[in-house]
């Protein structure tokens, strides 16, 4: 069996993407020419791969085997190009990133300097939530990412605190807990409560924090979007927990903001595989991050 490394790029960007149309024009191919790399694909393993239909492309179980070694190769391929192209330093190459959609706007003074430093390496940015992120590196299609501590693959994983902010908890003007100075977990559940989806670790900390406390939140609605969860707050469709830069943002006449009684924070850091070799533009980035908490005053 002989794959090219293309075809394994190109077959994990389909099932990626997940549409062979859609696909084959972010790889600068005829959807003839993709669907024909996939069968001689399939043929050279003997296995189905994909299922396919009019929507979309679906992984089989042998499909699903292949996918997970087809991304620790192209991990392996991508750091032995990175290693190989920086041996006289750090002057090109990809940095493959991932950043958590809510913390974007607090990683921009870290990669603005990272850019200045290193002008020739390219950022290849993708957005998760907290564990997506963790999920993206333990498959290898990342070298490092943004994200909310504590990891949750603790042994698998390594982290370093960037920055902690306060939490708060975002209610629409006049709430009958608007006129407490402090809001508590007991207060919150009588309450309809909005919270982040699954993916994010905040909501994986508030479920972890009322299971111990054994007190159940009336979760009304799940989202993604942090600014649609302050518009839902606005109309009174529930109460929700923000990170005080997200509170800023929202910065809306409708909305009033008050701190929890447990005092409660948001920490952001990096992470990174335990077990694999930073890329050389991982571990700038990972130095950098380093010394500029130094210098940022406590």
Excluded at 4 to 16: A, D, G, Q, S
Excluded at 54 to 75: D, R
Excluded at 80 to 91: A, P, V, Y
Excluded at 118 to 132: A, D, K, N, S
Aim: charged share 20%; hydrophobic share 40%.
């Amino acid at each position: 069996m002989n794959v090219p490394i293309k075809t394994l790029h190109c077959f994990l960007r389909l099932v990626e993407i997940g549409n062979f149309t859609r696909a084959a024009e972010q790889l600068y191919l005829t959807q003839p020419t993709l669907s024909k790399m996939i069968q001689r694909l399939e043929e050279s393993l003997e296995q189905q791969l994909l299922i396919r239909s009019n929507q979309k492309v679906e992984l089989t179980q042998a499909g699903q085997i292949f996918h997970t070694s087809a991304c620790q190769i192209m991990g392996q391929w991508h750091r032995m190009e990175q290693d190989l192209t920086n041996l006289s330093g750090l002057k090109s190459g990809h940095l493959r990133l991932g950043v958590c959609p809510m913390m974007s706007s607090l990683t921009i003074d870290i990669l603005t300097e990272f850019r200045k430093l290193y002008p020739g390496v390219e950022l290849q940015m993708q957005e998760f939530g907290g564990f997506g992120s963790e999920q993206a590196l333990l498959a290898d299609t990342i070298d490092i990412g943004f994200t909310a501590l504590p990891v949750t693959h603790t042994e698998q994983l390594s982290s370093t605190l960037l920055q902690a902010y306060p939490l708060k908890v975002c209610l629409p003007q006049h709430h009958p807990l608007s006129e407490k100075e402090k809001i508590s977990w007991q207060d919150l559940s009588q309450y309809p409560f909005i919270v982040f989806n699954d993916d994010f670790s905040l909501t994986k900390q508030f479920s972890r924090i009322t299971r111990e406390l054994g007190i159940n939140l009336n979760i009304a609605f799940r989202s993604g979007q942090w600014d649609f969860i302050g518009s839902m707050v606005e109309e009174g469709m529930g109460l929700a927990i923000m990170p005080e830069p997200i509170c800023q943002k929202l910065n809306s006449s409708k909305l009033t903001f008050r701190a929890m009684e447990q005092e409660l924070t948001w920490q952001i850091g990096l992470i990174w595989r335990t077990n694999l070799p930073l890329t050389p533009a991982a571990d700038a980035l990972l130095e950098l991050s380093r010394r500029m908490r130094k210098k940022t005053p406590r």
